[in-house]
């Protein structure tokens, strides 16, 4: 746990103000700042933020906090994120809860690996972008689901080669666990890798921050199956509580003040190509309560 102390230091150090324009633009309105709210749509600016308060208030839905809460509710991100957000910023080191050495190097080994899962599944996405645009049969099969090549790249939709190791050509350890727990390879029972993702387009999955934590493969063959193909779960990815296309949607979502839940991420991309820019989609699962919150 943080202590409050703390948090009420880094309250003291950091300016509202500059928090929020980095992100809405402000005008200086009187003794405070205003602008149009970015939590909801409206024409007239009705949201302003106190530089002597340190708090930014909406007349218009009623959204008020703090620089913590800003971020929070701005970029999606956790309280504790925040924090280390808004910290880093000031040049303030967030004070770590004592934990015995064992439990030290738990930690740091766990930070480790998600790092390399991170950075694993970050290439793998380079590489699918890079081989739809060698593929014309992947291109035609998108462009006949009615999809041009600018919501393609909005949406970093990529493909995977039917080759059976064709990630093998980025990563040359093939034999590194960090792949199969990243979900890019699968193990048979004689302990054979291949690819997980074989001749389907990619859906990257991002996280709140934007980050690549896990892929949905759909099937160009309508002979071959399941249809749709996710990640498993790993460290970094947990389908029940992901919503895929939410970051993209995030602005859309603010400024429709709803949001559409579809089947698939088909459903998403195809949308959006007519404007439909606040759905998102269930990622093979059914509603859960991670989803709503």
Known sequence: MIPEQFIQELLNRVDVVNV???SVPLKKAGAN?????????????????????????????????????????????SFVESIHDLASQ????????????????????????????????QQAAQYYKAELRKSPRAIEYLKARGLSGVIAAKFQVGYAPAGWR?????FPDYDNEVLNTAGLVVENEQGKRYDRFRDRIM????????????FG??????????????????????????LYGLFIARRAIRDAGRVLVVEGYMDVVALAQYGIDYAVAALGTATT???IA
């Open 20 to 22: 929020v324009d980095k």
């Open 33 to 77: 700042f205003s602008a149009c709210c970015p939590f909801h749509n409206e024409k007239s600016p009705s949201f302003t933020v106190s530089p002597t308060k340190q708090f930014y208030h909406c007349f218009g839905c009623g959204a008020h906090g703090t620089a913590i809460s800003f971020l929070m509710e701005y970029n999606g991100l």
């Open 90 to 121: 000031v040049g303030l080191t967030v004070p770590q809860e004592e934990l015995t050495p064992a439990a030290r190097e738990t930690e740091k080994k766990n930070k480790t690996i998600k790092v390399c899962l991170q950075e694993a599944l």
């Open 166 to 170: 064709s990630l093998q050509a980025i």
């Open 203 to 214: 859906f990257p999955i991002h996280n709140q921050k934007g980050e690549v934590i896990g």
């Open 217 to 242: 493969g759909r099937v160009i063959n309508p002979e071959d199956t399941p249809k749709y193909y996710n990640s498993p779960e790993t460290p970094l990815f947990q389908k029940g509580h992901e």
């Open 289 to 291: 309560p991670f989803h």
